[in-house]
């Protein structure tokens, strides 16, 4: 497979929280795509459970100072960024005191699910596009790993699909297994809007988006779809089995069948076969 910008748009990433299999995947297949000579650009929510100092976490001046509206409120948008020494990898983080500081991950002290967790998914996905941006950077492939990326896909098709940064990317969707039971709430549709993604476009789903209809939102604006782990809602897997959306499932050794679905998103480069 020829060389391919890959950016990743994680939920989670060892070290910097709790391994399970999001956390570990959050790092492990960035730093498989790299070692597959592959660049790869790598992105989470600096959540409020991630010690700065060590992770030796620090601000990007140049990136930050976006505001970005959700909800008609203005929400700074502030970058820091870090390296995995162990795997070579360096993450930026999206961070804002409303959405992440001094908060603990997608359930509260009690373990609920926060009621803003819609908000905060819209805000790292165009906190995570509008960075890239300024980076000058142009993914080939981007992948999403976790619901807080699950309005990735939406937004690169409508919203963001005339920037130079993604006019051509595929879209490639992980599905993990389910984390947060809470809807999203009667305004999730109204703060999801932003340019051309338009209200229209979401008539056809759930007033209240819960983690299913997220789903349902990513497969459609997808290219492929991965099944990360064994478990995933039945929901979601017959949904994208009748979209006809090609689809990779589970694997335990998943690096070089990953790079394979990678190849098959894009057949103009595939080889023609040799006339008789």
Same mark, same amino acid.
């Given at each position: 497979?020829?060389?391919?910008?890959?950016?990743?748009?994680?939920?989670?990433? !060892? =070290? @910097?929280?709790?391994?399970?299999?999001?956390?570990?995947?959050?790092?492990?297949? =960035?730093?498989?795509?790299?070692?597959?000579?592959? &660049?790869?650009? !790598?992105?989470?929510?600096?959540?409020?459970?991630?010690?700065?100092?060590?992770?030796?976490?620090?601000?990007?001046?140049? $990136?930050?100072?976006?505001?970005? +509206?959700?909800?008609? !409120?203005?929400?700074?948008?502030? +970058?820091?960024? /870090?390296?995995?020494?162990?795997?070579?990898?360096?993450?930026?983080?999206?961070?804002?005191?409303?959405?992440?500081?001094?908060?603990?991950?997608?359930?509260?002290?009690?373990?609920?699910?926060?009621?803003?967790?819609?908000?905060?998914?819209?805000?790292?996905?165009?906190? %995570?596009?509008?960075?890239?941006?300024?980076?000058?950077? %142009?993914?080939?492939?981007?992948?999403?790993?976790?619901?807080?990326?699950? %309005?990735?896909?939406? @937004?690169?098709?409508? /919203? @963001?699909?005339?920037?130079?940064?993604?006019?051509?990317?595929?879209? %490639?969707?992980?599905?993990?297994?389910?984390?947060?039971?809470?809807?999203?709430?009667?305004?999730?549709?109204?703060?999801?809007?932003?340019?051309?993604?338009?209200?229209? $476009?979401?008539?056809?789903?759930?007033?209240?988006?819960?983690?299913?209809?997220?789903?349902?939102?990513?497969?459609? @604006?997808?290219?492929?779809?991965?099944? /990360?782990?064994?478990?995933?809602?039945? &929901?979601?897997?017959?949904?994208?089995?009748?979209?006809?959306?090609?689809?990779?499932?589970?694997?335990?050794?998943?690096?070089?069948?990953?790079?394979?679905?990678?190849?098959? $998103?894009? *057949?103009?480069?595939?080889? *023609?076969?040799?006339?008789?």
């Amino acid at each position: 497979m020829a060389k391919k910008k890959i950016l990743f748009i994680n939920q989670e990433i !060892t =070290p @910097y929280v709790p391994d399970n299999t999001l956390s570990v995947m959050g790092k492990s297949v =960035p730093q498989a795509m790299q070692e597959l000579n592959h &660049e790869i650009r !790598t992105f989470m929510p600096k959540w409020g459970t991630i010690n700065e100092r060590r992770g030796q976490l620090h601000e990007v001046i140049r $990136l930050s100072g976006m505001n970005l +509206i959700i909800n008609d !409120t203005d929400h700074p948008l502030i +970058i820091k960024v /870090a390296s995995i020494q162990s795997a070579r990898v360096q993450v930026y983080f999206i961070d804002n005191d409303d959405y992440f500081g001094k908060r603990l991950m997608e359930k509260d002290e009690n373990g609920e699910d926060y009621a803003d967790n819609g908000e905060r998914a819209i805000f790292f996905a165009r906190g %995570v596009l509008e960075t890239v941006k300024k980076l000058r950077w %142009v993914p080939d492939i981007i992948h999403c790993q976790g619901w807080m990326s699950g %309005v990735v896909p939406f @937004y690169v098709k409508t /919203a @963001y699909h005339d920037e130079p940064s993604f006019a051509e990317t595929k879209v %490639v969707t992980a599905l993990f297994n389910k984390s947060i039971n809470k809807d999203f709430g009667e305004d999730f549709k109204k703060c999801l809007e932003f340019r051309d993604a338009k209200a229209e $476009l979401l008539e056809g789903y759930q007033d209240k988006f819960d983690f299913n209809e997220l789903g349902k939102l990513a497969i459609d @604006y997808s290219d492929g779809i991965i099944q /990360a782990e064994a478990g995933v809602e039945p &929901e979601l897997l017959k949904y994208t089995a009748d979209k006809n959306i090609p689809f990779l499932g589970y694997q335990e050794d998943f690096a070089d069948a990953y790079e394979t679905f990678y190849k098959q $998103l894009f *057949p103009e480069e595939q080889a *023609p076969e040799e006339e008789d």
